[in-house]
């Protein structure tokens, strides 16, 4: 029980600590951007006309002091949610990032109360 | 409860076996053509002499534009140009044409040969400005009005139908 | 004429997976062993299916072009060997692989299950049969390899450069070993619960069946990770696209299942674990090749898509799913399971746990875009920032229970000597803090994933020392244990120390960056025998070691088909390898040129086959005490 408690803390702290890096790598961007003309690679991995406008594009916005999240946000705005690898944090997608860590807890709990039982 | 969990999985796995199947008759490739009603964005395109700018004010003026990114080296826009050309006549519509990413001489030839439909023409030679409309291909149209709504949007060729649709829309007034 | 004698195979095979059902029906109510004529059908049923497959072969092999598969997937000047290995490299070829494999291993299965109840094998035997079946009418009524056209063209349409590859042509049988395999245990399941076989030794009819499929479905996963490395240009080797997924998924379901058969055959518990297990295994995999071969995804692998190959496979697939589902239902009864927290069931129930939600994070992920364009009408994309936000926090806890399951008892475990564990949490801590302090610091995350990896690492070899003094060890758990932890470790420093450089650059022209500075110092253009060539020459200098290479990426233009392709140039070393990949600018004599160095791939590889190994020694350990 609280080992599970623990896990959850964790994970939910972890979250937070992805590192907020100063200096943007485009390549960071470029792989998190997909290619709207090819067959699911990213804008990194693609040799298209497409990837290279949108990776000069990428640059500019960078050089303008945009976040990722902005950029992400800009691209979205353009060209729909498609574009971007990394689902939005929306009611729609709600399900989708919540319901892994749901299942995690609620099967923790549920093996542990099996456990428990017989203590 | 037991019963409970019980209809609970067997709806999970028809509503997932029935996505499924809907999903069979679904086209999985994308286009942005339903991303309309949206504002169209600021931008700043050099006119294809270099002699100006234009921006939204030079949409506001009309009742409706029509944005054309075309360049002489795609061969769809060559297809879809006498579409072009027969809208060009619409006193209701101006015409705005973007040549992406192509070289002067070839514009200049390309619309020699088959006709200038475009009321102002501007040029993007590295696409960046393409990328404020979310054009992601050539030739892709997008139909604003007065207001700058973006109210249509045409990815690849006009075809009749199209045409049909942007009179309609354009003689509806 | 070949497609006639396919043809007539597969009509021979319907009959005799029909005669195979009636007669094992009618020997269940007989008393006695199984029926002498059982075996003999299973027997010329998996000779008559593999003969059908060689006459596919042959067809491609002599270039019969009045077959439509070999029309489309093959061509006269294609080497010898990647005309054999396009027979399957298809979506109809590959489902006769399939058919195959479900063939071959009911025949076996009934042969080398003979200690075990007749009702049982017998019912796995229509079971499987069944399954056959299916195939059998979806080859015969929609994807038939032997469909004639007419008029015979001259010549084919499959020269696709990029299909040609010695790991793309094995990558799809070790596959299919591995996830079609996984067709006997399920049917072995449901054989099980009908005829209520749930006593431990129902463990042993199995074990070696999961095992097999594990290690081939690794291998598999493997190649396609290797194919994907050296022949697609990205430099990645997963990009968590859903075919992709679609192979881990029922990994996953493996992973756990042979664990639960340790705790089933050792203690006679987790009976409805391994059953849900063996269902769900083969039910993904059926899953996988659904959404991969009916075109609701898209994807850098899809095959051709057809909605009426998705439309049967999906009512395959209910059917199968409903079918367990009821049964389920029916004989579903729970398990005391009289455990102490802390024991040996109670980790291995853990990392069920843990598979499960690996298994639902890669499932909804693949399948959610889905849903929401079915939905909503919006597409969305999940890609690598899903999954990895996901998993890897999750990986890190997973580790150090990795490292503390095995090491405990049976029933009643107390861990003795914590202060082992410390120290060798400290010891993790401080190869970290080493690594950091030689090299560079990473994030917070990283940090955690590379000391749970260490302490995986050092306990398994740790636990090497001290058994190996007792003289009793577990080669099999240690090495395969050790090696998820290399390999954990191997994809993090790698992650953390890759270093990619994405620029545009003229013949002649230097670029600096970080410690390289990289100069197109030529182009080259060569004329092969049925491609042409633009072969860079890159120099690559190390600043710092003042230590030079060259590369050469190449683009290659092929006539037959028109395909433009590019040709990492990869130096590959034991601590790191350069990619680099170069591609022309349309209307522009720039080329972009991109750069990666990737620190630690060649160990990737070797720890995921270090794994297979550990599974293949408990897999001849049991063969050997059979």
Known sequence: MKLNLLIFIFIFFSKFSFAKENIIDPNLIHKNLRCLVCQGQSISDSNSDFAQTIKLVVKDLIDEGKTEEEIYSFMSDKYGDWIVFKPQFNIQNSLLWVLPYIFLIFGGFFIFSFLKKRQ | ?173 | MLSNLGNILLFLNVILSLSIIYTANRNLKISGGVDKNIFQLSLIQSTSIIICFFVLIAAFIVSDFSLITVYQNSHSLKPLFYKIAGTWGNHEGSLLLWAIILSIFSFLFLVYNKNHPKKFRLLTLIIQNILILGFLFFILFNSNPFSKISPIPSEGLGLNPILQDPALAIHPPLLYVGFVGASIYFSAAIASLISNYSEKSFSLSIKNWVLISWCFQTLGILVGSIWAYYELGWGGFWFWDPVENASLLPWFAMTALFHSLIVFEKRNLFYFWVIILCLITFILSVTGTFLVRSGILNSVHTFASDPTRGIYILIFLSLMIFGSIFLLFQKYKKENYDLNRNSKETFILINNWFMMFYLITVLLGTIYPIFTDALTDNKISVGPPFYNAIIFPVVIVFLLFMALGPKAKWIKNKFENIRTYILILTGAIVLNLAIIFFFKSYSLLSNFIIISALFLIISSLMDTAKALKKNKFDFARIISHTSFGFLVLFIGLNDIFSLEKDYNIKLGETKKFDNYSIQLQNLDLKNYKNYQAVIGKLEIKNINSNQTNILNPEIRIYNKPKTLTYEAAIKTSLIKDYYLTMSNIDRSDYYNIKFQKKPLMVWIWISVIMIVVGGSIRLFGNAKNN
């Not at chain 2, 395109?45 to 921006?55: H, L, P, V």
């Not at chain 2, 809208?87 to 992406?100: A, D, H, T, V």
């Not at chain 2, 501007?122 to 992601?136: E, P």
Request: net charge positive.
């Open chain 2, 1 to 173: 409860m037991q019963k409970i969990i019980k209809i609970t999985i067997l709806f999970i796995f028809l509503f997932v076996i029935g996505i499924f199947y809907v999903s069979l008759t679904r086209d999985t490739n994308y286009n942005t053509s339903n991303l309309i009603n949206k504002d169209v964005p600021e931008f700043q395109i050099t006119s294809f002499d270099e002699s100006n700018f234009f921006t939204r004010d030079d949409i506001k003026k009309n009742n409706y534009t029509l944005i054309n990114f075309w360049a002489s080296w795609c061969a769809p826009c060559k297809i879809e140009h006498p579409i072009l050309m027969k809208l060009s006549q619409k006193k209701n519509l101006m015409i705005l044409g973007i040549n992406f990413k192509d070289k002067e001489l070839q514009a200049k030839t390309f619309l020699s040969e088959l006709g200038n439909p475009y009321d102002l023409l501007a040029k993007d030679k590295n696409g960046k400005q393409s990328v404020k409309f979310g054009i992601y291909g050539i030739p892709e149209s997008i139909l604003v009005n007065k207001e700058l709504i973006i109210i249509q949007k045409f990815v690849g060729p006009l075809s009749v139908n199209d045409y049909n649709n942007i009179i309609k829309i354009i003689e509806s007034l």
